[in-house]
């Protein structure tokens, strides 16, 4: 059997990527640009203007992106009245991160505070309705003192 010079992941590419609907998907590049120092690495645009693909990379994932087309069953998170899924991002100073996507229109849903898992930790919702957690690690935590912490919260 011969081998395909074609690797099956490609190069930059993780074995899960989030893939965002979003109703206005150039704005929200533009929108990661400022608040998450994202880099545009390809835009597919469609016959009318509208996204049909982008690719994104914050840090070191890549993010898709697709404008809402609800005829083809792609809803975006405003159109579905909110989103269950939360995308979380580690960087290494998560209270001037935040600064910053706020700075550019994102909104906290919960304060950044230091957590009990060793991680100082807050929410944000961006403007199209996507919710990310940011973090950054600041201590080590083991099993026994996590398992001790949730013990005292749970009763």
């Given at each position: 059997m011969t081998q395909s010079p074609v690797k099956?992941?490609?190069?930059?590419?993780?074995?899960?990527?989030?893939?965002?609907?979003?109703?206005?998907?150039?704005?929200?590049?533009?929108?990661?640009?400022?608040?998450?120092?994202?880099?545009?690495?390809?835009r597919l645009p469609g016959p009318q203007g509208k996204l049909l693909h982008a690719l994104i990379r914050i840090g070191n994932s890549a993010v898709m992106l697709a404008e809402e087309c609800p005829d083809g069953g792609g809803f975006g998170p405003k159109t579905l009245k909110g989103s269950p899924v939360t995308i979380h991002l580690y960087v290494e100073d998560v209270d001037a991160f935040v600064a910053q996507a706020v700075g550019a229109g994102?909104?906290?849903?919960?304060?950044?505070?230091?957590?009990?898992?060793?991680?100082?930790?807050?929410?944000?919702?961006?403007p199209f309705g996507h919710h990310w957690s940011v973090a950054t690690h600041i201590r080590e935590v083991s099993?026994?003192?996590?398992?001790?912490?949730?013990?005292?919260l749970c009763g």
């Open positions: 099956p992941i490609p190069d930059g590419m993780h074995t899960v990527t989030p893939h965002l609907i979003c109703a206005g998907a150039a704005d929200a590049i533009e929108f990661y640009k400022k608040a998450f120092n994202a880099v545009e690495l390809c994102a909104k906290v849903t919960m304060p950044i505070e230091d957590m009990f898992w060793g991680d100082r930790y807050g929410k944000l919702e961006d099993p026994d003192e996590l398992q001790q912490v949730v013990q005292k």
